[in-house]
């Protein structure tokens, strides 16, 4: 392979332990036993004191900029949120509304989010996807929705959800591999 991806994945809970955090921890070794990736891991839990009351990005502080950078440097973005009412946190969202709205154009986003029940299992499409095409990347088709149920003491202990989650790295490997290799750039349309 011609370049190390950079993965920058964000778990979106606020809690400790957090099943939000295995299900992204799971999904991140996955890729990165599959193909050569630099891994980052943002947990929301441990910053949110820090940018939480921040209205400006100009006044957060150094290191919630380093992880604003890092996302908006990725190759590839992994992001989870526990689904709370039907949707992402709002803190989840507080930090995506300092990412610049051009820096994810065309860079493959795979989501993912924990609910109580399968009831919030469509959060996945009506929540998470429609808040990454207004940055304009590119959503991986899979995402991986996780109940508690399919949990024991915050790790994955479920047979259907590790498919899942091995589904997702599968399909999200060729993106991923196209990517760095440097093909994955599309052209652009001229109007002229």
Not at 152 to 179: N, T
């Amino acid at each position: 392979m011609a370049n190390t991806l950079k993965i920058v994945a964000v778990s979106g809970g606020l809690q400790r332990p957090s099943r939000t955090l295995a299900l992204v921890e799971h999904l991140l070794e996955g890729l990165t036993d599959a193909l050569p990736a630099e891994a980052r891991l943002i947990q929301l839990g441990d910053i949110v004191p820090k940018f939480g009351n921040v209205l400006q990005r100009k006044h957060l502080p150094a290191e919630v900029e380093s992880h604003l950078r890092d996302i908006e440097t990725a190759d590839l973005l992994l992001v989870a949120s526990p689904i709370y009412r039907g949707s992402y946190t709002g803190l989840f969202k507080h930090l995506f509304d300092f990412v610049h709205h051009e820096s994810l154009i065309d860079v493959p986003v795979l989501l993912a989010a924990t609910g109580g029940s399968d009831r919030h299992a469509l959060a996945i499409d009506h929540q998470l996807r429609p808040l990454f095409s207004f940055f304009q990347a590119h959503t991986l088709p899979i995402g991986v929705y996780a109940t508690d149920k399919e949990f024991d003491d915050y790790r994955v202990a479920s047979a259907s959800l590790q498919a899942r989650i091995d589904l997702a790295v599968e399909r999200a490997l060729p993106v991923l591999r196209q990517r760095a290799k440097g093909a994955a750039a599309v052209p652009v349309l001229s109007l002229a």
